[in-house]
T-cell receptor, first 118, second 113 residues
Framework: EAEVAQSPRYKITEKSQAVAFWCDPI?????LYWYRQILGQGPELLVQ????????DSQLPKDRFSAERLKGVDSTLKIQPAELGDSAMYLC????????????????FGPGTRLTVL | AQSVTQLDSHVSVSEGTPVLLRCNYS??????LFWYVQHPNKGLQLLLK??????LVKGINGFEAEFKKSETSFHLTKPSAHMSDAAEYFC???????????FGTGTSLTVIP
Protein backbone atom coordinates (compact mmCIF):
# COMPACT_ATOMS: atom_id res chain seq x y z
CA GLU A 1 0.00 0.00 0.00
CA ALA A 2 1.31 3.44 -0.91
CA GLU A 3 2.48 5.57 2.02
CA VAL A 4 3.68 9.06 2.76
CA ALA A 5 7.35 8.95 3.71
CA GLN A 6 9.03 11.37 6.10
CA SER A 7 12.57 11.71 7.38
CA PRO A 8 14.10 11.93 9.82
CA ARG A 9 11.71 10.39 12.34
CA TYR A 10 13.41 12.16 15.23
CA LYS A 11 15.62 15.24 15.34
CA ILE A 12 17.33 16.88 18.30
CA THR A 13 18.99 20.22 17.73
CA GLU A 14 20.17 23.22 19.68
CA LYS A 15 18.46 26.57 19.40
CA SER A 16 19.77 28.84 16.64
CA GLN A 17 20.70 25.83 14.49
CA ALA A 18 19.10 25.04 11.14
CA VAL A 19 16.95 21.93 10.63
CA ALA A 20 15.29 20.43 7.59
CA PHE A 21 12.57 17.85 7.17
CA TRP A 22 11.75 15.86 4.07
CA CYS A 23 8.47 14.44 2.81
CA ASP A 24 7.65 12.19 -0.13
CA PRO A 25 3.90 12.06 -0.79
CA ILE A 26 1.91 9.25 -2.32
CA UNK A 27 2.63 9.03 -6.03
CA UNK A 28 0.21 11.09 -8.06
CA UNK A 29 -1.05 13.22 -5.19
CA UNK A 30 -1.02 16.84 -6.28
CA UNK A 31 -1.69 18.35 -2.86
CA LEU A 32 0.87 18.25 -0.07
CA TYR A 33 0.46 19.61 3.45
CA TRP A 34 2.86 20.38 6.30
CA TYR A 35 1.38 20.49 9.79
CA ARG A 36 2.89 21.34 13.17
CA GLN A 37 1.48 19.58 16.19
CA ILE A 38 2.47 20.80 19.62
CA LEU A 39 2.15 18.21 22.36
CA GLY A 40 -1.45 17.93 23.52
CA GLN A 41 -2.88 19.93 20.64
CA GLY A 42 -4.32 19.21 17.22
CA PRO A 43 -2.39 19.61 13.97
CA GLU A 44 -1.96 23.18 12.73
CA LEU A 45 -1.57 23.71 8.99
CA LEU A 46 1.71 25.45 8.16
CA VAL A 47 1.70 25.28 4.38
CA GLN A 48 -0.29 23.66 1.58
CA UNK A 49 1.04 23.00 -1.92
CA UNK A 50 -0.88 22.32 -5.09
CA UNK A 51 1.75 20.77 -7.33
CA UNK A 52 4.75 23.10 -6.94
CA UNK A 53 2.73 26.16 -5.93
CA UNK A 54 1.94 27.35 -2.43
CA UNK A 55 -1.82 27.79 -1.99
CA UNK A 56 -1.86 28.54 1.74
CA ASP A 57 1.01 29.58 3.97
CA SER A 58 -0.90 32.00 6.16
CA GLN A 59 0.22 30.26 9.38
CA LEU A 60 3.85 29.75 8.37
CA PRO A 61 6.28 31.89 10.43
CA LYS A 62 8.07 33.19 7.37
CA ASP A 63 10.89 34.86 9.25
CA ARG A 64 12.32 31.46 10.14
CA PHE A 65 10.36 28.79 8.26
CA SER A 66 10.53 28.00 4.56
CA ALA A 67 9.03 25.24 2.45
CA GLU A 68 9.55 24.18 -1.10
CA ARG A 69 8.26 21.59 -3.53
CA LEU A 70 10.34 22.39 -6.55
CA LYS A 71 9.22 19.64 -8.92
CA GLY A 72 5.78 19.17 -7.46
CA VAL A 73 6.68 15.84 -5.91
CA ASP A 74 8.68 15.69 -2.68
CA SER A 75 8.98 18.62 -0.31
CA THR A 76 11.35 20.09 2.25
CA LEU A 77 10.45 22.17 5.30
CA LYS A 78 13.27 24.19 6.85
CA ILE A 79 13.62 26.09 10.09
CA GLN A 80 16.45 28.58 10.53
CA PRO A 81 17.18 29.43 13.26
CA ALA A 82 15.34 26.94 15.45
CA GLU A 83 13.82 28.22 18.69
CA LEU A 84 12.78 26.36 21.83
CA GLY A 85 9.11 26.86 20.95
CA ASP A 86 9.57 24.96 17.70
CA SER A 87 9.72 21.66 19.57
CA ALA A 88 6.80 19.70 18.14
CA MET A 89 5.76 16.90 15.81
CA TYR A 90 5.91 17.92 12.16
CA LEU A 91 3.43 15.99 10.05
CA CYS A 92 3.31 15.73 6.29
CA UNK A 93 0.19 14.65 4.44
CA UNK A 94 -0.90 14.34 0.84
CA UNK A 95 -4.30 14.13 -0.74
CA UNK A 96 -5.78 12.96 -3.98
CA UNK A 97 -9.01 11.78 -5.47
CA UNK A 98 -10.18 8.36 -4.41
CA UNK A 99 -13.40 6.39 -4.40
CA UNK A 100 -13.72 5.50 -8.06
CA UNK A 101 -17.06 6.56 -9.50
CA UNK A 102 -17.90 8.81 -6.57
CA UNK A 103 -14.70 10.66 -6.02
CA UNK A 104 -13.68 12.42 -2.89
CA UNK A 105 -10.50 13.82 -1.58
CA UNK A 106 -8.80 11.81 1.13
CA UNK A 107 -5.80 12.88 3.16
CA UNK A 108 -2.98 10.47 4.02
CA PHE A 109 -0.43 11.17 6.75
CA GLY A 110 3.19 10.25 7.15
CA PRO A 111 4.67 9.04 10.47
CA GLY A 112 5.87 12.52 11.40
CA THR A 113 9.17 14.01 12.54
CA ARG A 114 9.54 14.68 16.26
CA LEU A 115 11.69 17.80 16.72
CA THR A 116 13.27 18.65 20.05
CA VAL A 117 15.06 21.98 20.38
CA LEU A 118 17.43 22.27 23.35
CA ALA B 1 -17.26 27.76 5.62
CA GLN B 2 -16.43 24.48 7.28
CA SER B 3 -15.57 23.62 10.86
CA VAL B 4 -15.63 20.79 13.34
CA THR B 5 -16.39 20.78 17.06
CA GLN B 6 -15.33 17.89 19.21
CA LEU B 7 -17.51 18.20 22.24
CA ASP B 8 -15.26 16.45 24.76
CA SER B 9 -11.57 17.10 25.20
CA HIS B 10 -11.18 14.04 27.45
CA VAL B 11 -13.20 10.83 27.70
CA SER B 12 -12.53 8.07 30.20
CA VAL B 13 -14.14 4.62 30.01
CA SER B 14 -13.59 1.26 31.65
CA GLU B 15 -12.26 -1.59 29.57
CA GLY B 16 -15.12 -3.54 28.00
CA THR B 17 -17.63 -0.65 28.16
CA PRO B 18 -18.92 1.35 25.17
CA VAL B 19 -17.05 4.31 23.72
CA LEU B 20 -18.74 7.48 22.43
CA LEU B 21 -16.68 10.35 21.02
CA ARG B 22 -18.80 13.26 19.82
CA CYS B 23 -18.25 15.41 16.74
CA ASN B 24 -20.45 18.12 15.24
CA TYR B 25 -19.64 19.73 11.91
CA SER B 26 -20.55 22.81 9.98
CA UNK B 27 -20.33 22.78 6.21
CA UNK B 28 -21.78 24.86 3.39
CA UNK B 29 -21.32 22.00 0.98
CA UNK B 30 -21.80 18.26 0.89
CA UNK B 31 -19.11 17.19 3.34
CA UNK B 32 -16.69 14.35 3.63
CA LEU B 33 -16.01 13.42 7.24
CA PHE B 34 -13.13 11.47 8.73
CA TRP B 35 -12.04 10.13 12.08
CA TYR B 36 -8.31 9.69 12.72
CA VAL B 37 -6.56 8.10 15.69
CA GLN B 38 -3.12 9.11 16.94
CA HIS B 39 -1.12 7.07 19.41
CA PRO B 40 1.73 8.78 21.31
CA ASN B 41 4.57 9.88 19.03
CA LYS B 42 2.87 8.44 15.98
CA GLY B 43 1.31 9.90 12.87
CA LEU B 44 -2.43 10.00 12.21
CA GLN B 45 -4.14 6.78 11.16
CA LEU B 46 -7.48 6.84 9.36
CA LEU B 47 -10.19 5.01 11.32
CA LEU B 48 -13.10 5.58 8.97
CA LYS B 49 -14.61 8.02 6.49
CA UNK B 50 -18.02 9.22 5.31
CA UNK B 51 -18.18 10.17 1.64
CA UNK B 52 -21.90 10.49 0.82
CA UNK B 53 -22.56 6.77 0.51
CA UNK B 54 -23.93 4.82 3.49
CA UNK B 55 -24.65 6.97 6.54
CA LEU B 56 -23.44 4.25 8.93
CA VAL B 57 -19.75 3.81 8.37
CA LYS B 58 -17.71 0.93 9.72
CA GLY B 59 -14.00 1.39 10.31
CA ILE B 60 -11.03 -0.47 11.62
CA ASN B 61 -10.67 -1.96 15.10
CA GLY B 62 -14.43 -2.23 15.65
CA PHE B 63 -15.17 1.51 15.42
CA GLU B 64 -18.13 2.92 13.54
CA ALA B 65 -19.73 6.32 13.04
CA GLU B 66 -23.11 7.52 11.86
CA PHE B 67 -23.58 10.60 9.68
CA LYS B 68 -26.71 12.47 10.81
CA LYS B 69 -27.39 15.42 8.56
CA SER B 70 -30.34 16.68 10.62
CA GLU B 71 -28.12 16.88 13.70
CA THR B 72 -24.93 17.82 11.80
CA SER B 73 -23.16 15.11 13.77
CA PHE B 74 -20.66 12.33 13.09
CA HIS B 75 -20.14 10.62 16.44
CA LEU B 76 -17.63 7.79 16.79
CA THR B 77 -18.65 4.67 18.71
CA LYS B 78 -17.30 1.29 19.72
CA PRO B 79 -19.29 -1.33 21.64
CA SER B 80 -16.45 -2.47 23.89
CA ALA B 81 -13.31 -0.51 24.71
CA HIS B 82 -9.91 -2.17 24.66
CA MET B 83 -6.79 -0.95 26.41
CA SER B 84 -5.14 -0.41 23.01
CA ASP B 85 -7.85 2.16 22.14
CA ALA B 86 -6.30 4.69 24.50
CA ALA B 87 -5.17 7.48 22.17
CA GLU B 88 -6.06 10.90 20.74
CA TYR B 89 -8.92 11.01 18.25
CA PHE B 90 -9.50 13.73 15.65
CA CYS B 91 -12.64 14.47 13.65
CA UNK B 92 -11.98 16.13 10.28
CA UNK B 93 -14.31 17.68 7.69
CA UNK B 94 -13.72 18.64 4.09
CA UNK B 95 -15.77 19.47 1.04
CA UNK B 96 -16.21 16.21 -0.87
CA UNK B 97 -13.92 17.06 -3.75
CA UNK B 98 -12.11 19.87 -2.02
CA UNK B 99 -8.55 19.67 -0.78
CA UNK B 100 -8.85 21.68 2.42
CA UNK B 101 -9.31 19.72 5.61
CA UNK B 102 -10.49 21.16 8.93
CA PHE B 103 -9.53 19.48 12.18
CA GLY B 104 -11.31 19.33 15.49
CA THR B 105 -9.29 19.98 18.62
CA GLY B 106 -9.13 16.30 19.49
CA THR B 107 -10.50 13.98 22.17
CA SER B 108 -8.15 12.12 24.45
CA LEU B 109 -9.51 8.66 25.27
CA THR B 110 -8.40 6.94 28.46
CA VAL B 111 -9.28 3.29 29.04
CA ILE B 112 -9.30 2.17 32.66
CA PRO B 113 -8.43 -1.48 33.31
Amino acid sequence: EAEVAQSPRYKITEKSQAVAFWCDPISGHATLYWYRQILGQGPELLVQFQDESVVDDSQLPKDRFSAERLKGVDSTLKIQPAELGDSAMYLCASSGLAGGHWSYNEQFFGPGTRLTVL
Amino acid sequence: AQSVTQLDSHVSVSEGTPVLLRCNYSSSYSPSLFWYVQHPNKGLQLLLKYTSAATLVKGINGFEAEFKKSETSFHLTKPSAHMSDAAEYFCVVSQSTGNQFYFGTGTSLTVIP
